[in-house]
């Protein structure tokens, strides 16, 4: 009898592995997700959600509206790209690629007229240019919002609000002339401010 209710369990799970593989093999995530400099431009180009924009770099926009609109959460499909500052980008990488973060890489872009270099791209070991780790940071939203922070998801919140972010994204470099709205001046040169005094790298020292 023990026996057989390990035949069993065994069956069970190799046939779990068994349409595991296949459900993998058929998934779009098959396409490659290649990403160099010439994959980022203007961040108003991409899609808004709410205070942040998504786009996807396999064509399957709508899968990642899906999940960025999901109420209760989702996995975010391959090729998703995710921005809320024209210098700080989440991509999904083919599944597999870095399983502890889920295959998101994490980007630091430095962005001009011009367009994008890429700064540092990877995994767990990139920081943003205060220092704090993107990864480390992220990570408590893992569960359920797939380490996208927004605000409620478990994160340390940012010492940068909406209205910088919004501001920066309406002076993005890439994208030609500022698209600026009342209150955008004062918040860059607050945000200015922060940075050349310390405020912000200091804060985002003391999380660590
Ligand atoms: C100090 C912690 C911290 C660090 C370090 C950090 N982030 Fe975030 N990040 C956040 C929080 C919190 C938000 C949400 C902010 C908000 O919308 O209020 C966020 C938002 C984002 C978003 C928009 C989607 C989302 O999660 O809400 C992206 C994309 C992103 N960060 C990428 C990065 C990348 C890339 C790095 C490293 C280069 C990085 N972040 C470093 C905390 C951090």
Not at 93 to 122: H, M, Q, Y
Not at 180 to 188: K, N, P
Request: proline content about 6%; overall charge negative; charged content about 20%.
């Amino acid at each position: 009898m023990k026996t057989l209710l390990i035949i069993a369990q065994s069956t069970a799970m190799l046939l779990m592995t068994l349409m595991g593989s296949t459900a993998y093999a058929a998934s779009p995530g098959n396409a490659v997700v290649n990403i160099n400099e010439a994959s980022f431009s203007c961040i108003r180009q991409m899609t808004p959600v709410r205070h942040f924009y998504v786009d996807n770099v396999l064509g399957n926009i709508d899968a990642t509206l899906a999940a960025a609109n999901a109420p209760e959460g989702a996995i975010y499909p391959t090729g998703s790209v995710v921005q809320l500052v024209p210098t700080e980008v989440m991509v999904k990488r083919e599944p597999g690629t870095s399983p502890v973060t889920g295959d998101w890489e994490f980007f630091e872009l430095e962005v001009d007229e011009t367009g994008s270099k890429i700064a540092k791209r990877g995994f767990i070991d990139v920081n943003n240019r205060f220092g704090g780790n993107c990864f480390a940071c992220h990570l408590p939203a893992k569960e359920k919002w797939d380490f996208i922070c927004e605000s409620g998801h478990g994160c340390e919140p940012i010492p940068i609000d909406h209205k910088m972010t919004g501001a920066l994204q309406r002076s993005d470099p890439r994208c030609g002339e500022p698209a600026l709205e009342s209150g955008d001046t004062m918040a860059l040169f607050k945000l200015k401010v922060m940075v050349s005094l310390g405020t912000a790298k200091k804060w985002f020292e003391d999380l660590f």
